[in-house]
């Protein structure tokens, strides 16, 4: 089997992984491994293919991450494409302290702390319809409709 027919399976392998996984930073190892294969046609030696597929991929890698930061954790609490719940609204009966109450939605008992917004006045929220704005954790971060 030819040196390229190598490279070109193993990035075929890379971009397989990447559609089970969603992992997007396997297509850039792909993309390095598609460079080692380029080169592997054009007749450098196994070294130039080895470093050409290692800086390609991880330069792009590199890239990638560098124009596409992301904040893991801010990105799921408040994103409404990743949490289906994010913009739904449940009625308080009633806010015992700042901390928290319970409430229901979707059929089963939830944490519900108020929004920063709603106790910047250092007031209890009233009780009545809240739109879900945020989810940490297991607690639902509720703003005043």
Known sequence: MDTYTIWW??????????????????????????????????GFGAAAQVTT???????A????????????KQQTEQNPDVNLDIGSTVTVAQWPSRE???????????????????????ALPNAGLHRIVA???NTLVLLKV
């Not at 990447?18 to 592997?40: P, R």
């Not at 890698?61 to 893991?72: E, I, K, L, N």
């Open 135 to 137: 989810v940490e954790g």
């Open 61 to 72: 890698v590199w890239v990638w991450h560098r124009t596409h930061p992301m904040s893991a």
């Open 100 to 122: 928290g109450t319970a409430v229901l939605h979707r059929g089963s008992q939830w944490t519900a702390k108020p929004a920063p917004q709603d106790i910047a006045n250092g």
């Open 53 to 59: 597929a290692a800086l390609v991929g991880v330069g």
């Open 9 to 42: 399976l193993l990035a075929g392998i890379a971009v397989a992984a990447e559609l089970l996984t969603g992992s997007f930073y396997l297509l850039m190892i792909a993309l390095g491994l598609a460079s080692g294969a380029v080169c592997a046609h054009l």
